[in-house]
């Protein structure tokens, strides 16, 4: 059974920072892809950051490029997602998914998590 599983939301103020923690398990970890997406209180679900674990590949969105950074380890079969200088507008339910290769297109992604709420105070 795909299982993932975030940790690590809170509330913080603006220029703090975060790490989410996703641990993944029930697949080929080495063969697969990470996704972190967030979604706002009425927005669309948004890719920001995706790890392919096979070459450590890592992806941005321009929102969050520069800020935020993907690791993994795969021996662990975790993927963390450091979050500096947050903003308000980062204020979100955080999600890992999982897929075969790395999208920005959530339908893309088989396997979520629970999510896990970041909380960004001006």
């Known amino acids: 059974e795909v299982q993932l599983v975030e940790s690590g939301g809170g509330l913080v103020k603006a220029g703090g920072s975060l790490t989410l923690s996703c641990h993944a398990s029930g697949f080929r970890f080495d063969d697969s892809a990470i996704g972190w997406f967030r979604q706002a209180p009425g927005k669309a679900r948004e890719g920001i950051s995706c790890?392919?674990?096979?070459?450590?590949?890592?992806h941005y969105a321009d929102s969050v490029k520069g800020r935020f950074s993907v690791s993994g380890d795969n021996a662990k079969q975790m993927v963390y997602l450091q979050m500096d200088r947050l903003k308000p507008e980062d204020t979100a339910v955080y999600y890992c998914a999982y897929a075969a290769v790395c999208s920005w297109d959530p339908q893309h992604f088989g396997s979520w998590g629970q999510g896990t709420q970041v909380t960004v105070s001006s």
């Open positions: 790890r392919g674990n096979w070459d450590n590949s890592r």
